[in-house]
């Protein structure tokens, strides 16, 4: 059942040596269909296996989800298990009956989330860190003949990468921290996956996995990576000598944690300075602090958190980048954000969290077409992501896709996004649908929520101007507004407005005279006071009114309005130039108002 490689022996071949340069040219062009095929990495996957760890043999089942993993394993009836989390990692040995915590490893099992090797284990990850190729000697592993890539890097050990001689997949990584080995490789799901994997330098003894099935389909129970009642309990008493350097510091850890997630970062804050004051190179404290600064706003020490523990990783975690971009982001620093966001996504493409935080980015920067991509990605990966549909929703109706954006608005609905900014928005939806009826009511609500935004109550005016006889209600609104704030000359203006659509000229002329006074620079103003002084055929009034619109603001339709005004009191000369400038600047009745009342 088992291959295991003990044997590599150089061999002598007739053909041309090949280069170094031509063995990487290959390996990249045999990948390259199953690289193109997959857009994402799954974000999930279940494999079952075969495995042999020393002198024992076990039937295994492993799990990899996000930056987590398990593994349980059966021995002649006896179950074994581990769980890998960020922070924590913790196994059940059921012949001692007792449990092992340790620091955390997070996903032990990256060649299986990666549909090949896992990163570390990848000629991209060597050559990105500074390694160069030396020189290709042919080789068998037994009886696979291969070529094996000698790498070079300072005064370090070589390492040594095998490929197979037949279709230059990568096979082998040895260097001075692993000793590994893939075979059998299998095109599964359009993914390219090997079916034996070997670790010749595990600690229990070499370790040989024969991979029985891949599943990327049935969806994990995230309850297999949470705490146990036994294992809280267990965890509970490991923590409690106190003179072990490591206990100490996942207790203050832990501490801070739930200090934070309670609402109290300062004082989660000093309980991590306690535990970097035990340990200072601690990654994952590090981290937790820099997300305890980042949610007081202390922006500048978040960011030095982040880089740090990104200098101490011997392979920085993607969650590391993704928190410093974001930092940034809340800086206005676009340019170091997206730079951080793109080396997160390098280190993992499987990570919805920064397609979302990469969306926010694009959506600052009003690239709305992009942020939507991004925003399916994360949905791609991770459908149950509210937020993410919710934001999808938002640029697509920034798009003009009302349809598209009303259909997320109600799934966001649906999977519990509420507020006050959700439902206006939802609102604005809903009234470029022309569904009124739904837009008023969400613009209500919005307000009821909360009532220190006038912009709901401006939705709503807006909106009662679609319905029969609601300028009515559109003056009680801007009454309302007026009552909160009398300064604001906006407000005054679109009452004004409301009281012309309801033919009340006496309260619509002095609202908007009230209006000019307040601010005399804007020409819509004096545009409102003219077509009122028309109704009342007050024509030089309006003229005066127009002209003084037109001083602000060159707008061909005024030109036109200004034309008729003066036909009206029979300055045909003016009226017509009044005409020729419309027409110039491109309004069409201006056009054929120059063709009806003027000799060309």
């Given at each position: 059942?088992y291959?295991t490689?003990?044997?590599i ?5 007739t ?8 063995l ?5 062009k ?29 039937n ?5 989800k ?6 349980d ?21 059921p ?13 032990s ?44 890097k ?8 095998f ?5 230059y997949?990568?096979i ?29 330098d ?16 049935t969806?994990i ?13 267990a965890y509970?008493?490991?923590?409690k000598?106190?003179?072990?350097s ?34 200072s ?23 030095a ?6 200098e ?22 676009n ?5 951080d966001?793109?080396?997160a ?8 969290t ?10 600052r920067n ?7 991509l ?13 937020m ?14 009302y349809?598209?954006a009303d ?11 509420e507020?006050?900014?959700f ?5 604005v ?11 008023l009511?969400?613009?209500?609500k ?6 220190s935004?006038?912009?709901?109550l401006?939705?709503q005016?807006d909106?009662?101007k ?20 009398t ?21 619509a002329?002095r ?46 339709n ?12 029979s300055?045909?000369f003016d009226?017509?130039k009044d005409?020729?400038k419309?027409?110039?600047?491109g309004?069409?009745?201006?056009k ?9």
């Amino acid at each position: 059942m088992y291959t295991t490689l003990l044997f590599i022996a150089a061999f002598t071949v007739t053909n041309a040596q090949i280069t170094p340069k031509k063995l990487i040219k290959e390996h990249k062009k045999s990948y390259k269909p199953y690289n193109d095929a997959n857009q994402f990495k799954p974000s999930f996957a279940t494999l079952t296996a075969s495995m042999r760890m020393g002198d024992f043999e076990f039937n295994a089942v492993f799990y990899s989800k996000g930056d987590s993993s398990r593994y349980d394993m059966e021995l002649m009836g006896t179950q074994f298990y581990e769980v890998n989390l960020d922070t924590l990692s913790w196994s059940y040995n059921p012949m001692t009956k007792e449990f092992e915590f340790s620091r955390g490893r997070g996903n032990s099992m990256g060649f299986i989330e990666t549909g090949m090797q896992d990163d570390q284990n990848n000629l991209e990850f060597f050559l990105a860190d500074g390694w160069e190729p030396d020189r290709v000697e042919p080789v068998k592993l037994d009886s696979i003949e291969s070529y094996k890539l000698m790498l070079s890097k300072d005064e370090g050990t070589p390492v040594e990468l095998f490929f197979d001689k037949q279709n230059y997949y990568l096979i082998g990584v040895k260097s001075s921290t692993k000793h590994v080995y893939y075979l059998n490789y299998k095109e599964i799901d359009s993914y390219l996956l090997p079916s034996i994997f070997i670790d010749k330098d595990n600690e229990s003894g070499e370790m040989i996995l024969a991979i029985e099935k891949y599943d990327f389909h049935t969806p994990i129970d995230d309850s297999l990576f949470v705490m146990s009642e036994e294992v809280r309990k267990a965890y509970s008493e490991f923590l409690k000598p106190e003179n072990n350097s490591f206990n100490k510091v996942q207790q203050l850890y832990d501490s801070g944690k739930a200090l934070v997630s309670d609402g109290n970062p300062n004082e989660g804050i000093k309980k991590f300075n306690e535990a970097l004051k035990l340990n200072s190179k601690d990654v994952v404290v590090l981290n937790a602090r820099g997300l305890a600064f980042l949610d007081i706003q202390d922006y500048y020490s978040a960011i030095a958190d982040f880089k740090r523990a990104i200098e101490l990783s011997n392979q920085p975690k993607a969650e590391y980048f993704n928190n410093l971009g974001l930092t940034k982001y809340y800086l206005g620093d676009n340019k170091g954000a997206l730079k951080d966001y793109d080396q997160a996504l390098k280190i993992d493409s499987t990570n919805s969290t920064i397609y979302a935080n990469l969306g926010l980015l694009q959506i600052r920067n009003e690239k709305y077409e992009d942020a939507e991509l991004n925003y399916n990605k994360a949905l791609e990966l991770d459908s149950t992501s509210a937020m993410s549909v919710y934001y999808r929703a938002f640029v697509r109706s920034q798009q003009g896709k009302y349809n598209g954006a009303d259909a997320d608005y109600k799934i966001a609905h649906d999977m519990g996004v509420e507020g006050a900014a959700f439902d206006n928005y939802w609102g604005v939806a809903k009234y470029q649908l022309e569904d009124y009826d739904s837009a008023l009511i969400l613009f209500e609500k919005a307000y009821q929520q909360d009532s220190s935004d006038v912009q709901y109550l401006i939705n709503q005016a807006d909106t009662h101007k679609q319905f029969e006889n609601g300028y009515t209600k559109v003056v009680d609104i801007y009454s309302s507004l007026i009552e909160k704030d009398t300064i604001s000359s906006k407000y005054y203006a679109e009452r004004a407005l409301a009281h012309y659509e309801l033919a009340l000229y006496k309260a619509a002329r002095r609202d908007i005279d009230k209006a000019i006074a307040l601010y005399n620079e804007n020409a819509l103003y004096y545009d409102y006071r003219a077509y009122i002084k028309e109704y009342s055929g007050d024509y030089t009034g309006a003229i005066e009114d127009f002209t003084l619109s037109l001083n602000l603001e060159q707008d061909p339709n005024i030109y036109y309005r200004r034309g008729l005004a003066k036909m009206n009191i029979s300055n045909k000369f003016d009226a017509c130039k009044d005409f020729k400038k419309a027409s110039e600047l491109g309004d069409e009745n201006g056009k054929a108002a120059l063709v009806e009342h003027c000799k060309l």
